[in-house]
């Protein structure tokens, strides 16, 4: 069975009332009008230009911290790959839009090659606008609305030699790069993102180390890095507000992820809940989105705290003036929300060191576990709480005076088995959260977007881990179905033999499976 299964049942409310519904009355039993969609909600599917591209050095692309890691390091990505081919998107986008089409997709997310439009420094590549045009051009014809992410981790080298986002002029390149995408295609996008997942950069990249550009400074690297990530963010804001807003129309946002969190001690409650979703969550969305903008209190006093007990000057998290407040409160038009999964929450009441090596999640004072019962993908971060996606957008609608949401990513990996049975009840089950949402707790959340519609270079994990199946899209596009509105022919005829090959032809895998699979192929 597919993703398709779902993706087209869940269609089916806008198009006809009747056919729905048994699937999800057996489930949970209560009014099917809850799982309704409004009229204008949109379903989409994500990438990100690193994951899919490919074409890492044509038409004059420079390179970013990514192509130089994976480069560098094929030590640390799990299965060796990189993403010079990627899923050759660069080539085959025409694939993708097809695909997208064929399940009934709304909108596309994708992010833009920063590296590409600026391969060296502040001089434009011109060709580097080319595939985006193409691109584009072909989701308006589609009918498809893009929302394009402008910096989706993969930050140009150049960029890098500079400090990347530890300096503060990285406020002015990407304000630079902002305005030349608004320029050049302002008129075919109303929907643009500025920042992929910046929690993951600023802890993975700037303080841990793990990620590129592998700057391990614990403690404070990524309190640096978030600061100039917000001023970045409201610097993109402002340049679209005053000089674009008027003629194109058009929302600008920020995608920030986060768990949520459950109270391991009901008797922590509420407290700790908030805690552990400001110091994630709130990190970035306090100063955009609260009324007093501003980092969340919590983390301002704790990490003052503790800043004070190590001997330091002062505080290892940035102050913000009143004014650099007031530039960033308010600079985002919707939140773009990422959720994959939860984690119940404790205290840590265990004394502070302050000669130990502080971290954010140090600073947080919480501790995190699982559920044993709540099932895990392949990612071993990855555990389904749906519950959490629901209770994550009520946080966010009481926190943030019930801010326009869209959900810009949520999904499932496995090995890319072509059994995913567990992918379709995580994409149904979580659905069911973001309706209840809607309808019950009246939140207002305008969109959902799946990870993925491609299967894709999934950052240190290589293609290990796998986020869609599509090799059953592309089958049933040869078989000439016509499934669009009715569950049942979607499902996989039962004499596929999963071990033919034949299949892969249309499927879209990295290019040397691709290659291998052709070999020998009886179609191909
Ligand atoms: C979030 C990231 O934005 C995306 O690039 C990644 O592939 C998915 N999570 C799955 O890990």
Redesign the pocket.
């Known amino acids: 069975m597919n993703i398709l299964i779902i993706f087209s049942f869940l269609f089916i409310p806008r198009i006809s009332a009747v056919s729905r519904s048994p699937i999800l009355i057996e489930k949970e039993s209560f009014d099917s009008s809850f799982y309704a969609f409004p009229k204008n909600f949109s379903f989409g599917a994500s990438t ?1 230009a690193y ?1 899919i591209e490919g074409a890492w050095n044509e038409d004059g692309k420079g390179q970013s911290i990514w192509d130089t890691f994976t480069h560098n390091h094929p030590d640390m990505i799990a299965d060796g790959t990189n993403g010079d081919i990627g899923d050759d998107s660069y080539h085959h986008y025409l694939d993708d839009i097809k695909a997208l089409k064929e399940v009934g997709f709304e909108h596309y997310r994708f992010s833009v090659s920063w590296a590409r439009i600026f391969p060296n420094g502040t001089i434009v590549n011109k060709k580097g606008f080319d595939y985006y045009h193409k691109l584009l051009d072909q989701l308006i014809v589609n009918n498809i609305e893009p929302v394009v992410t402008m910096l ?2 993969d930050i140009p080298q150049w960029v890098q030699d500079y400090g990347g986002f530890l300096n503060p002029y990285f406020v002015k390149y990407f304000k630079l790069y902002a305005q030349t995408l608004y320029t050049e295609f302002g008129s075919k996008v109303k929907i643009w993102i500025t920042f ?2 910046p929690y ?1 950069s600023c802890v993975e990249g700037y303080s841990a180390g793990t990620s590129p550009p592998l700057i391990n400074l614990r403690g404070t690297g990524e309190y640096i890095c978030a600061h100039n990530v917000l001023l970045a963010h409201a610097a993109a804001y402002d340049t679209y507000k005053k000089l674009f807003k008027n003629d194109q129309r058009g929302m600008v946002g920020i995608t920030l ?1 986060s768990r949520f969190y459950f109270p391991k001690n009901p008797l922590e409650g509420s407290d700790i809940v908030n805690r552990a979703m400001n110091f994630e969550l709130g990190w970035f969305a306090h100063p955009i989105f609260s009324k007093n903008g501003d980092y969340p209190q919590v983390m301002i006093d704790e990490i003052n705290e503790r800043s004070n007990q190590e001997g330091r000057p002062f505080s290892r998290l940035p102050e913000m003036s009143n004014q650099v407040k007031e530039f960033i409160r308010g600079s985002a038009d919707f939140l773009g929300f ?1 959720y ?1 999964s939860s984690r119940y929450v404790e205290f840590d009441n265990s004394e502070y060191d302050p000669t130990s090596q502080p971290t954010i999640y140090q600073d947080s004072r919480i501790k995190t576990s699982i559920d044993e019962n709540w099932k895990r993908a392949k ?1 071993e971060w990855l555990y389904s709480v749906p519950q959490g996606l629901h209770d994550a957008l009520v946080w966010i609608k009481n926190e943030y005076n019930n801010i326009p949401v869209i959900i810009t ?1 949520n ?1 499932w ?1 496995d090995s890319g088995e072509l059994e995913d049975d567990d992918r379709i009840n995580y994409y149904k089950e979580h659905l069911i959260s973001v309706a209840k949402a809607i309808n019950i707790e009246k939140c207002n959340v305008l969109g959902y977007t799946a ?2 519609i491609i299967d ?1 270079f ?2 240190r994990k290589g293609f290990s881990e796998r ?1 869609v199946q599509d090799a059953f899209l592309q089958l049933n596009q040869y078989n000439g179905l016509d499934h669009k509105n009715d569950i049942a022919i979607i499902e996989m005829p039962s004499s596929f033999n999963t071990t033919e090959k034949s299949y892969l032809k249309f499927a879209r895998l990295p290019t040397t499976e691709l290659n291998d699979a052709l070999v020998g192929s009886t179609v191909g």
């Open positions: 990100a994951q989706h981790y992929n997942e993951e992820d990422n994959y990612s990513e999904g990996s990870w993925s894709n999934e950052w986020f």
